[in-house]
């Protein structure tokens, strides 16, 4: 008990110097840096002692949050200058006492990494997903955080895709992982999309032909082959002063970047890995779907349904991606959009005593019952069919 007594005390002592400013620029009185001993004390001692729980640590984390966070306030209310760093600096040394203790505990990791972008320490929060993804390297959950913390507070693509490529070595059987992936293509083909809408570089040029510009993996290596995006491609350099570079923005749309490549390689070989499994397939287009103003959108939408009728041609989960694409990126109150469900409902036809279909079709039809000025006519097909749809599962 008594090593675990110095150590505590040890601890303590090196706040000493902090608190002795408190004093003397009067953030806290006497009585407030008294309390905040005791506590630190208390704290210090339970961590040192056996039988300290990871609880113990999360608490003492807290606590020290809560304190800097009243510290930060005092000191701007009363104007003063004061070191800004220290509790920073003791809640990192609290965590990573916690994560070396407790290097299995995955929640301390989150709770670590998430302090650490709270504070903006990008260099401390580089080494903390290091340290984590090293220890566990089958937490999906943890490659995909770590690829949306680059994507989103760096736009940095570039290590979000190796994330997921390392990520998807050890987790080769994650659907979430092949799923996310993807997502994270399109999240970032979204952007590229509204930085040309903003900059009025959305003129629609040709886009060339997939097979031309994405070439597939070997089914054993440990990268996926994704076709080449350079900086230029992503930020075409502009012509003359008086008008936009038009061979840099054909270059610009032309590229895998816009023109969906990246995320069809991704679901090419997610397929191969998955042995063209159906269910995945309907994954991938439900989750593509979500993106409707994407220019790729029925690129990529088109290639899945393909694939899925070449290699699941009778499964229901190809029938209702086959149904589901005529209308794909149509907007309901666009003069294409009748056409298009006309399309759809033709396909429709040679299911529709199917209960899974039918399921599907009720969940894919109702958010059209609530969407404005959507034109009567159409209205009452979509009520019948999903009503006729709701019969087939009634009598299932």
């Not at 113990?56 to 807290?62: G, K, M, P």
Request: aromatic fraction near 10%; include cysteine; charged fraction near 25%.
């Amino acid at each position: 008990m008594s090593a675990a007594t110095d150590k505590a005390r040890f601890y303590l002592e090196q706040s000493v110097p902090e608190l002795k400013e408190f004093e003397k620029k009067k953030i806290f009185s006497k009585d407030e840096i008294t309390s905040i001993v005791k506590r630190r004390s208390d704290f210090e001692h339970k961590l040192n002692a056996r039988g300290a729980q990871p609880s113990d640590f999360v608490r003492y984390a807290e606590y020290e949050m809560n304190l800097d966070t009243l510290r930060r306030k005092r000191v701007k209310r009363l104007g003063i200058r004061s070191a800004g760093h220290s509790g920073q600096r003791r809640i990192f040394f609290i965590l990573d006492r916690a994560t070396r203790k407790f290097h299995g505990d995955l929640g301390l990791w989150i709770q670590y990494i998430e302090y650490a972008r709270q504070q903006k320490a990008y260099k401390k929060l580089s080494t903390i997903f290091t340290n984590a993804l090293r220890l566990h390297p089958t937490s999906v959950d943890l490659w995909i955080y770590a690829a949306q913390y680059n994507l989103d507070d760096h736009a940095d693509m570039t290590m979000s895709r190796s994330y997921m490529q390392r990520g998807l070595r050890f987790c080769k059987s994650s659907r979430k992982l092949w799923l996310h992936y993807a997502k994270l293509e399109l999240i970032y083909i979204a952007k590229l999309v509204a930085r040309q809408r903003i900059l009025g570089l959305d003129q629609k040029t040709e886009t060339p032909n997939p097979a031309e510009e994405t070439g597939f993996d070997d089914p054993n290596a440990d990268m996926i082959v994704l076709p080449k995006i350079t900086g230029e491609d992503i930020n075409p350099s502009t012509g003359d002063e008086d008008g936009v570079d038009h061979v840099a923005l054909q270059n610009l749309n032309s590229t895998p970047a816009l023109s969906g490549a990246v995320p069809l390689a991704v679901f090419d070989t997610a397929m191969k890995n998955f042995n063209n499994d159906d269910r995945f397939g309907l994954e991938f287009y439900d989750m593509v779907s979500e993106f409707q103003d994407l220019p790729c959108l029925r690129k990529i939408l088109g290639h899945v349904v393909e694939v899925m009728l070449q290699h699941r041609p009778t499964s229901y989960r190809t029938h209702i991606c086959n149904i589901k694409f005529p209308i794909a990126g149509i907007r309901p109150t666009s003069p294409e959009f009748p056409r298009a469900l006309r399309a759809s409902l033709a396909l429709l036809k040679e299911h529709r005593q199917d209960p899974n279909v039918a399921k599907e079709v009720v969940s894919w039809l109702q958010p059209f019952q609530t969407t404005e000025d959507l034109d009567p006519a159409l209205q009452k097909v979509i009520a019948a069919t999903i009503h006729n749809a709701e019969r087939v599962l009634q009598q299932e």
